[in-house]
């Protein structure tokens, strides 16, 4: 049965996902929205999604490109835990997931770094 939460609650919850990334790599990102929606129309199991041109790929001509994305899905996140203990911690590795995939980190190493 999934963890029943409000939506303001879980918004508070990817704020704060994101006040764990260091400042340093914090001040990096630029040109990024981070979106909250209730499913993945594709694939309605995938907890996060990272749109865009990562960090690392990014040439002379990426100036004034749409921003990139980061979508969280709530409501397959609360689908995958037991508790509101539980939706804070992947709700955490999630937002770092995708957060990490606009510095141009592969699904590959983020598994080895253990927030896959």
Not at 98 to 109: K, L, S, V, W
Request: charged share 30%.
């Amino acid at each position: 049965m999934p963890v029943s939460m409000s939506e303001d609650r879980f918004e508070e919850l990817v704020g704060d996902a994101l006040d764990l990334i260091p400042p340093e790599l914090a001040r990096a990102i630029d040109n990024v929205v981070v979106l909250i929606e209730p499913r993945n129309q594709e694939d309605p199991h995938l907890l996060g999604l990272y749109h865009g041109i990562a960090l690392t790929e990014r040439d002379s001509q990426y100036g004034g490109s749409l921003p990139d994305t980061v979508t969280i899905y709530r409501d397959a996140l609360l689908d995958i835990c037991a508790d509101e203990e539980e939706v804070v911690e992947e709700v955490a590795i999630t937002v770092i997931h995708e957060i990490a995939h606009y510095f141009g980190i592969d699904e590959d190493r983020l598994h080895q770094l253990g927030w896959g």
